[in-house]
Structures are given as structure tokens and as C-alpha cells.
């Protein structure tokens, strides 16, 4: 399982940014994706996560209702739509395909990552 993570960049306050995450394998269309970021000097983040076969969706509450997880199932691609975006949205974000086909919201239920995109949010 490859993933390729992009869409990062540098954004104002206020602005949005929408990261992609185009995954290769079988496992992909089985099991949940989730959205991790991690700032420098702390520990990586559960952002959010989309099932595969039911559409749901979960998100932190840093992230609720600012983000949004979706999914293109032809194109084996998750989306993170950022709106509203703050400084300490600032870190690197990643995407990651969990182990279990009941998603976590912990790091290490995830089994596949991909390389992080970095997304900064100036005041």
C-alpha cells in the first residue's frame, strides 16, 4: 500500500487549503482512512477519519466543523477541505489507512502512512 499525500502550503488565517490522499493496494477500498497532523515538539494528532463502505465520518473537536473528510472512490483518493484555518492548525498532515476495519483514533491503529504535506497558517 503506497500513499501520496499533497495540497499543503501556506495559507492566512481565515483561508482554506483542501489536501489530497491517492492510495494504491487493495487494501484501500476496505478499511477506514484517517487524518493525523503533527506540529513541531508535539505529538501526532487524530484529525479525523472516513469509512469506506458507509460513508461516516469523525473529526476532533480542535477540527469539527472546519473540516471536512471525503472520498472519491474511482480515483482511490481521501480529501481534507480546511476552511476556517487558525495558527495552530499549523503542522504537518498525514494520511494513514487503519489496521482494523473499525477505525481509531489513535495513531497506532493505523498500519499505512503517507508522507506528510506541510500546512502553515499565518497570523
Known amino acids: 500500500v503506497q500513499l501520496q499525500a499533497s495540497g499543503g502550503g501556506l495559507v492566512q488565517a481565515g483561508g482554506s487549503l483542501k489536501l489530497s490522499c491517492v492510495a494504491s493496494g487493495p487494501i484501500f477500498s476496505n478499511y477506514p482512512m484517517g487524518w493525523f497532523r503533527q506540529a513541531p515538539g508535539s505529538e501526532r494528532e487524530f484529525v479525523g477519519f472516513?469509512?469506506?463502505?458507509?460513508?461516516?465520518?469523525y473529526y476532533a473537536d480542535s477540527v469539527k466543523g472546519r473540516f471536512t473528510i471525503s472520498r472519491d472512490n474511482a480515483k482511490n483518493t481521501v480529501y481534507l477541505q480546511m476552511n476556517s484555518l487558525k495558527p495552530e492548525d499549523t503542522a504537518v498532515y498525514y494520511c494513514a489507512v487503519s489496521r482494523h476495519r473499525v477505525p481509531s483514533i489513535r495513531w497506532h491503529g493505523y498500519a499505512y502512512w503517507g508522507q506528510g504535506t506541510q500546512v502553515t497558517v499565518s497570523s
Open positions: 472516513i469509512r469506506w463502505r458507509v460513508e461516516t465520518t
